[in-house]
């Protein structure tokens, strides 16, 4: 669903010669940009569950926050994944006056096979995720959700599309612990069930992807913003081994393909890492463009982490204007309880 540009009625009325109003510095200035709340890796552990109803409340109050994106991780990496949490999530994810769009990370199913996590089977977490976050494929959850397009017809009602203000948005589900190909518990390597989700949603991202952009282009969108939890390019490994992030490898080529033949910015939002970030993961003088085999580098692509885990202390407030080469802009907001 895209924003209207101008009001059908000022434009009618404007084309009868009628007075449509004086002009003045607001009405010079246009209508109000677009603006999104992006936070991550929260409620992380009991006090924070305990604050999440006040957080909400905040970004409620923040009058210039239009839709509210979740990056995944909506628990830490060492509580039980149980129905009851799920749902008490839920409930306040409902409390969102917004539309919200969440990401699924994977402390909420991936690394449920932990036995501090409860000893799950994470492929029988993921659909009780599917199940109870993901109620209306093809809309938002919040107060007041609208619709966007939605995978569901591969099985994967989270990986979601749309468009605001110029802008081409994806959704997209992709997790830490080796995009789930980290072995379960009792496991040394990943089961043929494992193995074969990983292989039917990583098909499905990569399509999400080329079709943000095919769409983007068609559009003539400003820019593209991805959206996932993992972080593919996490700083604070010092010597990263491949073979704890080969599954990632033909994502983050997709991305750069796409990223490189986009005219605009390119932004990727993601969590994981915990840690406030901002950088180039995939220029060319980026170390992560050689690990991952990228042969054209996308200098286009600026890669963002919000904070999270139990540090977190702020959400990320995103306003864009087409009318400027960067399109986005941001600012950490500071919670205020």
């Not at 604050?51 to 409620?60: A, H, L, T, Y």
Request: proline share 7%.
């Amino acid at each position: 669903m895209r924003v209207r540009r101008a009001p059908v009625i000022s434009a009618c009325l404007a084309l009868l010669g009628l007075a449509v109003g004086v002009p003045n510095a607001a009405a010079d200035r246009g209508p109000d940009p677009y603006t999104f709340a992006v936070i991550g890796d929260i409620p992380y552990g009991a006090a924070q569950i305990t604050r999440f109803p006040k957080v909400i409340d905040q970004i409620n109050a923040d009058r210039q926050v239009k839709l509210v994106t979740h990056l995944g991780d909506i628990k830490d990496g060492s509580s039980v994944c149980s129905d009851e949490y799920f749902a008490q999530v839920k409930t306040q994810f409902d409390r969102f006056t917004d539309p919200l769009v969440y990401t699924v990370g994977d402390n909420e199913w991936t690394d449920c096979h932990r036995a501090n996590n409860g000893g799950y089977n994470p492929l029988e977490r993921l659909a009780k995720v599917r199940q109870v976050f993901f109620p209306q494929p093809g809309r938002t959850l919040g107060r007041h959700p609208v619709k966007v397009e939605s995978q569901v017809a591969q099985g994967i009602p989270e990986d979601v599309r749309f468009s605001r203000d110029d802008v081409a948005f994806a959704a997209l589900h992709i997790v830490g612990s080796n995009n789930s190909l980290a072995p379960w518990t009792g496991n040394t390597t990943a089961t043929p069930e494992q193995t074969a989700e990983v292989l039917n949603r990583m098909s499905a991202v990569m399509q999400s992807i080329h079709d943000t952009f095919a769409q983007a282009r068609a559009d003539r969108d400003k820019a593209v913003v991805l959206l996932t939890q993992a972080d593919m390019f996490d700083p604070t490994v010092a010597n990263p081994s491949f073979a704890d992030y080969y599954a990632f490898q033909p994502i983050v080529q997709e991305i750069a393909r796409e990223s490189a033949n986009f005219r605009g910015p390119v932004y990727l939002f993601n969590g994981d890492s915990h840690v406030y970030n901002s950088d180039k993961p995939l220029s060319a003088s980026s170390s992560w463009t050689k690990f991952y085999g990228v042969t054209t580098p996308a200098e286009n692509l600026s890669r963002v982490t919000v904070d999270g885990s139990t540090g977190v202390n702020n959400y990320l407030r995103v306003t864009i204007d087409p009318r400027k080469p960067a399109v986005l802009s941001w600012t950490r907001v500071p919670f205020t309880s």
